[in-house]
């Protein structure tokens, strides 16, 4: 954009002092010619980066869940493909469920039992031949029978493990035959959510002209050429450097002061491209036009225009 600023500039000073000569080419005005571009454009620039601050770090984030079952067992089925789509509630993959069907089907006879008793002792207990004991007792153990088969038939049904959202698993290297247990640490595969957010990274001095409900725009290089509207959700007015860990140690001061980090501003997308496809950790450049000398945002949006159309050129030799 400067450039083109700067060339229709020379075109004008072509045209007076060369085509049609109107002032004459001595040396007040060539250093008046070049001190011109040099101080508008600085201008220009420092209050673009106010009133229309641009960021080259845009990041798209996506929701990471960690597969983890419920119960422990070995897999005999993995309908879910690797960097495959799938729906939510589509079946991830499945557990041998056999020793499960066990469990219910031995509490199950136990509550039987159980209940023929409590049947039995309430009936002696009402021709007043039996203990008012034992029929709470067998009532007791009848309650606690359900409990556990309850706790089974759950156990049973968390052997097949679903999708929890739409979206994608990647990198499945899940098997039949496999053994997984239900720890954290012993993830069973990552599922990618399709639900995302986008965040423009600036720093401090960037943002104190931006409010939400801005108007943003977004080029990523997935999408060359091609600008992705967009508006300010809100300033994440905290990052890492405000935060001390918890330790018996005092903290380090260091010899040199760290580097400022940047802070986030969360971008929602217009409905009209909230259903496009954005990958997980897609970058790209964002610009946001606060509500202040918006006749110099054009100048703005151009660059970012002019920068998204530069992604079609891949610059590599092979």
């Given amino acids: 954009m400067e450039a083109i600023l700067v060339g229709i500039y020379a075109f004008f000073v072509w045209l007076i002092y060369f085509k049609f000569k109107w002032l004459p080419w001595t040396t007040p005005h060539k250093v008046t010619v070049v001190i011109i571009p040099i101080v508008g454009l600085t201008t220009l620039i420092l209050m673009l980066n106010v009133y229309a601050p641009s960021s080259h770090d845009v990041r798209v984030i996506k929701y990471v869940v960690q597969i983890v079952p419920q119960v422990r067992g070995r897999v005999i089925d993995v309908p879910a493909a690797g960097n495959q789509h799938m729906k939510k509630g589509e079946v991830l993959f499945k557990i041998d469920p056999t020793p499960y ?55 049973l049904s968390q052997t097949t493990v679903y999708a929890p959202a739409d979206g994608t698993p990647i990198n499945v290297q899940l098997r039949p035959g496999s053994y997984v247990v239900s720890l954290p640490v012993t993830q069973a595969m990552a599922f990618v959510e399709d639900d995302y957010q986008v965040i423009a990274l600036y720093h401090q001095n960037e943002l104190y002209k931006v409010a939400p409900g801005d108007e943003a725009e977004i080029a990523l290089p997935t999408y060359p050429g091609d600008v992705i509207k967009a508006k300010v959700d809100s300033i994440v007015w905290a990052q890492g450097q405000g935060q001390l860990p918890l330790s018996g140690v005092i903290p380090q001061t260091g010899a040199a002061p760290l580097p400022p980090g940047r802070f986030a501003v969360k971008l929602d997308l217009e409905e009209h491209d909230r259903a496009r496809f954005l990958a997980a950790g897609a970058v790209g450049d964002a610009a946001i036009y606060t509500q202040h000398l918006e006749p110099i945002h054009i100048l703005r949006k151009v660059i970012l225009r002019v920068g998204s159309y530069t992604n079609y050129l891949i610059l590599k030799l092979h």
Avoid: C, N, P
């Fill in 101 to 155: 069907e066990l469990d219910v089907k031995r509490i199950e006879a136990q509550l039987a039992l159980s209940e023929l008793r409590l049947r039995q002792t309430r009936a002696l207990a009402a021709t007043g031949a039996g203990s008012k004991f034992d029929e709470e007792r067998y009532q007791s153990d009848v309650r606690q029978l359900q409990a556990q088969l309850d706790q089974a038939r759950w156990d």
